[in-house]
């Protein structure tokens, strides 16, 4: 008798999981040490300013990512735990990839990896190309699937961003290019490929209920309150950091307030849409990214805020329903409303700030550090000397064009990989249900997935 599919996570997921972790153990054991503390008292000291500046941005981002997106994550009624948990493991899952894979290609000197806030900070920036990924396929892909996703994805991310950041020299402080629309192209191309030319139809189980959309909508304001230290962590401390602080929260709060114009307007009874309020209110942080700590005038942040919110909404409201039409894609969360259209209009206001941008005091404007860490990327300053003003514009267009065709034809290849019957994907009817993966209270007494609706909504109460 064959063995259902569902019970193949049961066995891959712990095997795969636990071969990873054994072999990390290894590494670290036999390559990893932490930085050595200078021992001259001026030296200790900057070490120990560095961490009290760092880490408060640090601990923002881990809520970030942990419970807004996560929270965020959580609209689909019964897929809550597995959107919670999936998101914790991939985070943790991708960070420590990353961080192997960055010290070995990077951080690699004597035989030894020295181990420190930063180099965690940027694996956990790459990271989040992975959380954002997956919202493209979320509830129809099985924990196997999600891992094998990470475990590619990362690579690439870090050779994108690489050439990017490295070799082209793109200004991108806040990841909007490097991470967002990596991250988001990556997703949807994983998803055209695997599940091809079909269009998915509307599964009983995707429709939000009250209780969900109320959880998602505090995640969203969670990232919200939380998204200047995204932008802001990885900038030079002083001038620079404090502006990204201000345009990021400036260009928030206009998405904000956009957001409601433009959802109020669109729907025939004037009420908002949970939906809109979820992710636009977001999508002026992934615009700012781009130009967070580049001289510009508060209006203009005011004004990419807007738009930002503006096509986000514009994006659910005409693309998305158009896109599954025509090219049968599906984006379970919006991914590409959210962090595709934005970032690329936060892409084409960096063009446009530069140019506009004095010459003369471009350099100390626009000095930034690698969103990711690159090659620890240190600061580039006054490095329009060579390119000019123009160059630099060029890149700028240049890192966009490679992040979309880089990542989509990664996300394509991944996709493909994906569809390989060991890797345990849901069947229809089980998708979007925590049952498949979690034992859940009073599971003795509830009725399987066959069951009616109300029984199944009567069983996952509790």
Partial sequence: MAVPPSTYPRRLLPLFLGLFQGALLLFFALFVTYDESSAQAEDTNLVANQVYSTFPFFQDIQVMLVVGLGLL???????????????????????????????????FHHGQ????????????????????????????????????????????????????????????????????????YFGLGVSKALFRATQQPLHPKETPT????????????????????????????????????????????????????ASSLLERDGKLSLGHLQNGSLAGGVAIGVVANMAMPPVATLALGSLSAVVCVLGFRFLTPLLGRKLKLLDQCGIHNLHGLP????????????????????????????????????????????????????????????????????????????????????????????????????QAKSPGPDSSAEEGALALKE
């Fill in 73 to 107: 994550l959580t609209f689909l009624p019964r897929y809550g735990f597995s959107a919670l948990t999936h998101n914790f493991l991939l985070l943790n899952f991708s960070m420590q990839w990353a961080l192997v894979l960055q010290g070995l290609l990077q951080h």
């Fill in 113 to 184: 990896i020295h181990l420190d806030l930063h180099k965690l900070l940027i694996s956990e920036f790459a990271a989040v190309t992975v959380l954002i990924s997956v919202g493209a396929i979320l509830g129809r892909a099985s924990p196997c699937q999600l891992l094998v996703m990470a475990t590619c994805e990362i690579p690439i991310y870090l050779a994108s961003e690489w050439v990017i950041v490295t070799c082209l020299g793109v200004l991108d402080v806040g990841g909007t290019i490097t991470i967002h629309i990596f991250s988001c």
């Fill in 210 to 261: 009250l209780s969900s959309d109320l959880m998602s909508l505090v995640g969203t304001l969670i990232l919200w309150v939380f998204w200047p230290s995204f932008v802001a962590v990885l900038c030079q401390a002083g001038d620079a950091q404090h502006r990204a602080i201000l345009n990021t929260l400036l260009a928030m709060s206009a998405s904000a307030i956009t957001t409601m114009v």
């Fill in 343 to 442: 970032g690329i209009l936060g892409t084409a206001a960096s063009v446009l700030t530069i140019l506009l941008a004095s010459k003369d005091t471009s350099g100390s404007q626009h000095s930034q550090l690698s969103p990711a860490g690159g090659n620890a990327s240190e600061v580039v300053e006054g490095q329009w000397g060579d390119r000019g003003v123009g160059g630099q514009a060029l890149c700028q267009a240049a890192g966009l064009a490679v992040a979309v065709g880089a990542s989509l034809l990664a996300g394509l290849l991944t996709g493909a990989a994906l569809r390989l019957p060991c890797l345990a994907r849901p069947p229809e009817r089980l998708c979007f249900d925590d049952s498949l993966y979690f034992k859940i209270q009073d």
